[in-house]
């Protein structure tokens, strides 16, 4: 039986965080992406399969090299998901900077 990976346990290993950003601006080989990292070639794919496993990234075939490139789509996911957070994190913010300018405008 096959298991569904979360996408966050994925990226919350910082290897595989690194491994994203690395080919965020370039669709890069797995030899190309472990000479990043003090890693065994092994360990390397091994991120590489979760990250896959996960859609975050797909294996594109060009010749005899296999090429990993970033899901943006997989990525805007994440985004949504966060940006319940980012609206609190604004509203709680705003509501912050209220207090602290009716604070220095009591002390003037």
Same mark, same amino acid.
């Given at each position: 039986? !096959? @298991?569904? &990976? %979360? =996408?966050? $346990? /994925? *990226?919350?290993?910082?290897?595989?965080?690194? *491994? =994203?950003? +690395? *080919?965020? +601006? $370039?669709?890069?080989?797995?030899?190309?992406?472990? !000479?990043?990292? %003090? /890693?065994? &070639?092994?360990?390397?794919?091994?991120?590489?399969?979760?990250? @896959?496993?996960?859609?975050?990234? @797909?294996?594109?075939?060009?010749?005899?090299?296999?090429?990993? $490139?970033?899901?943006?789509?997989?990525?805007?996911?994440? %985004?949504?998901?966060?940006?319940?957070? &980012?609206? =609190?994190?604004?509203?709680?913010?705003?509501?912050?900077? !209220?207090? +602290?300018?009716? *604070?220095?405008?009591?002390? $003037?």
């Amino acid at each position: 039986m !096959e @298991t569904r &990976r %979360d =996408i966050f $346990q /994925a *990226i919350a290993d910082p290897t595989r965080r690194a *491994i =994203i950003t +690395l *080919i965020a +601006l $370039q669709a890069m080989t797995p030899n190309a992406i472990a !000479e990043h990292f %003090d /890693a065994t &070639r092994q360990s390397v794919s091994k991120h590489l399969r979760i990250l @896959t496993e996960c859609e975050l990234i @797909t294996p594109q075939q060009q010749g005899r090299e296999i090429y990993y $490139q970033l899901e943006v789509n997989k990525m805007k996911e994440i %985004d949504k998901w966060l940006e319940q957070f &980012r609206k =609190i994190w604004e509203v709680r913010f705003n509501q912050l900077d !209220e207090v +602290l300018s009716k *604070i220095k405008a009591k002390k $003037q």
